[in-house]
């Protein structure tokens, strides 16, 4: 069974920095691309960035690369998201999403093609 489970947020202020983990189980982990996605209150699911399965390759949406770093510990399962320069906008609750099929390649990013997500983790930030 597919188990994704988030940690690392919390209340943090503008300009400050936090790690976000998902921890990975009931499936092999580098045979999988995975992503970040977050959802922001009374919002819909936004994409965040996504890592190729030997985590060699990364996207993220417009606006966020260089302030977010996504990667991954294929040894430990586990998938990271660190973020800098926190602002208030970023606040929302953060999900890490298993893709659909293994092998897969392509990193773009759809909700149908990301069908189990984690409980998430929430990001406060503060002005």
């Known amino acids: 069974q597919v188990q994704l489970v988030e940690s690392g947020g919390g209340l943090v202020e503008s300009g400050g920095s936090l790690r976000l983990s998902c921890a990975a189980s009931?499936?092999?982990?580098?045979?999988?691309?995975m992503s970040w996605v977050r959802q922001a209150p009374g919002k819909g699911l936004e994409y965040v960035s996504s890592?190729?399965?030997?985590?060699?390759?990364?996207r993220y949406a417009d606006g966020l690369k260089g302030r977010f770093t996504i990667s991954r510990d294929n040894a430990k399962n586990t998938m990271y998201l660190y973020m800098t320069n926190l602002k208030p906008e970023d606040t929302a609750v953060y999900y890490c999403?298993?893709?659909?099929?293994?092998?897969?390649?392509?990193?773009?990013?759809?909700?149908?093609?990301?069908?189990?997500r984690g409980q998430g983790t929430q990001v406060t930030v503060s002005s």
């Open positions: 009931g499936f092999t982990f580098s045979d999988y691309v």
């Open positions: 999403a298993k893709r659909r099929y293994s092998g897969v390649s392509y990193l773009g990013y759809s909700d149908s093609d990301y069908p189990e």
């Open positions: 890592i190729s399965r030997g985590g060699g390759s990364q």
